[in-house]
């Protein structure tokens, strides 16, 4: 562990943490941005008696940070800013996430923690493959090698092949990337006959997408590491929120920092542990963009709370399955890309890449699936998955493409799984 005395907590003084900090978090929103603290009406810090008080006070959404562009619920002024962030929606005004000394610090501190509960120290070699900009990936891979005291190859995106030369030539140990970058790894390495089994490499720390339980072991059985889950977001303060541990029971949430409710998305009503829904935030340790019940749209559930084996005592939640909005609905059924991707990647034929597009023909909703194939397939394969798939989800895809290696488009940052031309 990084920071055993704040990681191994025992649970009674970790909520006492998280009640004293998040009556300072109150606070510092009360004393530094009057605007923000008019979301609350007349509740303040004098209102938090336990931890369950929280319930008391508004969500806050996505939307609210977009109104609040670039810097209206920021609680420092520009002086004791260092740094913003911007999450990487692709449409509307972005939301931006302003950092203080002390934020950068923290996202140093938890980033750290991820790295240690990977099993990298200050030993090994990070190479780290998102990109450093606006979007905070990069940086946060950074600042977390750093305190570690790791050896840093601060790479950034793209330049596939350079990657693969450097994850050699450097000895690279731990490798960092978004979730579905390693697949282009794999894919470019296998043209150029390169060995990941001959390389120390050792782990992977992937995050920024979900990716199923099936894709996960292709890259692990392709690359010969093992990977960590690890997630985060631009409105928390970035990558790093949490990771699973060597156990993989469930991803270890940094509780004395941020504390977690998950609801029903669609009442708002907390739901109790073990139930799925959607993931909300608040933030105990953080002053550029203070966070109270922040909607992620982030779909999963508390796995549990009691001390992991690793012995971490942060509570666990389950890996993601998506966001509220990926969900999508074609004939009356409601469904995960990643529960599409997790019936391809069973299929050995399959390769790694696919997309799911979804049209309105004659006023009927129309999906059709197209993937790659690794190689040549047998005649049933296609009416075997489309089987695979009522049978699992409830409703028959239009179409199954089966296409050659290469064929569907790969672009830079992350992977486009869903077409939606619906309108
Ligand atoms: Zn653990």
Redesign the pocket.
Known sequence: MFQPDLEAMKRSDLEGLQRERLKATLSLIYNRNPFYAKRFGSLGPRDITTLHDIRKFPFMTKDDLRDAYPLKYACADHAGLMRIHMSSGTTGTPIINPYTRSDIEQWGNIMARCYA?AGVTSRDVVQITPSFGLFNGGFGFHYGAEKLGAMIVPFGAGRTLLQLRFLRDFAVNCLTAISSYPLRLIEVAGKEKFDFHALPLRVGIFGAEVWSDEMRSRIEEKMGIKTFDIIGMTETGGVGLGI????H?GI?VWEDDYLVEIIDPLTGEVLPDGREGEMVLTTLNREGLPLIRYRTRDITSIIGREP?????TSL?VSRLKGRNDDMLKIKGVNFYPLQLESILMQRDEIGNHYQIVLEKIRGRDTITVMAETGGPVSADLSEEISTEIYDLLGFHIDRLELLPEGTIPRVPGKAVRVVDKRG
Not at 244 to 247: I, K, L
Not at 308 to 312: A, F, I, M, P, S
């Open positions: 509960a699973d541990c060597a156990e029971r270890h992991c084996t690793c012995g971490r666990r």
